[in-house]
């Protein structure tokens, strides 16, 4: 199993970035999907979360009305639609996936990717 983040850079706060990841070697349209991000000093924490059919969608409370998780089944890709960046988001985004109950804790899921880093700037 591949998951595959791109997307990270550098932007500014206020501005908007895009994060995908690619999956390769699973049924992706059986997985749960999320994105999780580990700033600076910080633990890894639950951003964004969607359900095989796209049908439910969870996020933090940090993060909603600003972010939005999709998912693209017949590219097997899930992205992480990011507006209004501040620089607290400023971290490595990395995407998971797996079958668990519920969509926050990392321990509900089974695969990782990499890693992208988003870096926002003042």
């Known amino acids: 199993v591949q998951l595959q983040a791109s997307g990270g850079g550098l932007v500014q706060a206020g501005g908007s970035l895009r994060l995908s990841c690619a999956a390769s070697?699973?049924?992706?349209?059986?997985?749960?999907m999320g994105w999780f991000r580990q700033g600076p000093g910080k633990e890894r924490e639950f951003v964004a979360g969607?359900?095989?059919?796209?049908?439910?969608?969870h996020y933090a409370d940090s993060v909603k009305g600003r972010f939005t998780i999709s998912r693209d089944n017949a590219k097997n890709t899930v992205y992480l639609q990011m507006t209004s960046l501040k620089v607290e988001d400023t971290a490595v985004y990395y995407c998971?996936?797996?079958?668990?109950?519920?969509?926050?804790?990392?321990?509900?899921?089974?695969?990782w990717g990499q890693g992208t880093l988003v870096t926002v700037s003042s």
């Open positions: 070697g699973l049924t992706f349209r059986t997985y749960r």
């Open positions: 969607i359900n095989w059919s796209a049908g439910i969608t």
């Open positions: 998971a996936a797996g079958r668990g109950v519920g969509p926050i804790s990392p321990s509900e899921y089974a695969y």
